[in-house]
């Protein structure tokens, strides 16, 4: 079961779709304001135009899953991607992507099963992770605008919960994952600014949470909410004046190594 909707971390659906338009609009926003060609430091390879196609790529996928509510694995990516012919169109392109979002959300119940590859089999998983994939990426674009990024203390903490509880079934598409497998050792994840805390133990068949984030850990790691939602998607380097670390370094390194996706 989804750690998040037991502990009632994670936001209504409804406060996801208004986190989607708003954070899709922040993202367009400073789009238009920059050089398309600008490189993308969180996504090296990438520029300021390939972030925006793959948000609005995302975003439209998703939507067609929600549309069809799918039951079975995908087999393919196939969507209605309508892909603009000239690249400066890529920033309205991605308004139309998330207002094809918010129009595929009036078509399907959040608590309606369907196929996820994550921790919870609801329409609701999607809305979800389509939030936290558009807000990551819009700190992107401030980072390759050379703009600061402010992330809400709230939203942050739901989508550290909706990363660590998905993690352990990413596994497909991320293949270091398998990697995270121990005897026992715990890392703990603290937030500082909210009630967010979260202890990962990791055992010989994985790894999970548990349901006492108090206990004694091997590792700990405090930092404020948004500080640790970058540090979880590689964002923020744990070696960052933003974090306190106690306890074995080396397990966090591990960790770091291993939970990209």
């Given at each position: 079961m989804d750690k998040s909707n037991q502990s009632g971390r994670?936001?209504?659906?409804?406060?996801?779709?208004?986190?989607?338009?708003?954070?899709?609009?922040?993202?367009?926003?400073?789009?238009?304001?920059?050089?398309?060609?600008?490189?993308?430091?969180?996504?090296?390879?990438?520029?300021?135009?390939?972030?925006?196609?793959?948000?609005?790529?995302?975003?439209?996928?998703?939507?067609?899953?929600?549309?069809?509510?799918?039951?079975?694995?995908?087999?393919?990516?196939?969507?209605?991607?309508?892909?603009?012919?000239?690249?400066?169109?890529?920033?309205?392109?991605?308004?139309?992507?998330?207002?094809?979002?918010?129009?595929?959300?009036?078509?399907?119940?959040?608590?309606?099963?369907?196929?996820?590859?994550?921790?919870?089999?609801?329409?609701?998983f999607w809305i979800r992770r389509m939030l936290f994939e558009t807000l990551v990426h819009r700190t992107d674009a401030e980072a390759a605008a050379g703009l600061p990024s402010t992330i809400d203390p709230g939203l942050a903490t739901d989508g550290i919960d909706e990363f660590l509880v998905n993690l352990p079934y990413a596994v497909f598409?991320?293949?270091?994952?398998?990697?995270?497998?121990?005897?026992?050792?715990?890392?703990?994840?603290?937030?500082?600014?909210?009630?967010?805390?979260?202890?990962?133990?990791?055992r010989p068949d994985g790894f999970g949470l548990e349901p006492d984030a108090t206990a004694g850990a091997d590792t700990t790691v405090s930092g404020t909410a948004a500080d640790l939602l970058l540090l979880m998607y590689g964002r923020r380097d744990r070696a960052s004046d933003a974090f306190e670390v106690l306890g074995d370094e080396a397990l966090l390194a591990r960790w770091a190594a291993n939970s990209a996706f």
């Open positions: 994670a936001s209504a659906p409804a406060v996801h779709r208004e986190a989607i338009a708003a954070e899709t609009a922040r993202m367009v926003a400073v789009a238009k304001g920059t050089d398309l060609t600008a490189p993308v430091p969180g996504c090296p390879g990438w520029t300021l135009v390939d972030l925006v196609k793959h948000t609005g790529s995302v975003q439209r996928w998703f939507s067609a899953l929600l549309r069809q509510c799918v039951q079975e694995r995908p087999q393919s990516r196939d969507a209605p991607f309508d892909f603009p012919a000239e690249d400066s169109a890529y920033p309205d392109w991605l308004t139309a992507s998330a207002a094809e979002a918010a129009s595929a959300f009036t078509t399907v119940d959040p608590d309606a099963p369907m196929w996820v590859w994550g921790a919870d089999p609801h329409a609701r598409f991320a293949p270091k994952v398998a990697e995270l497998r121990g005897d026992g050792e715990t890392l703990r994840f603290r937030c500082t600014d909210t009630d967010g805390d979260w202890l990962v133990r990791l």
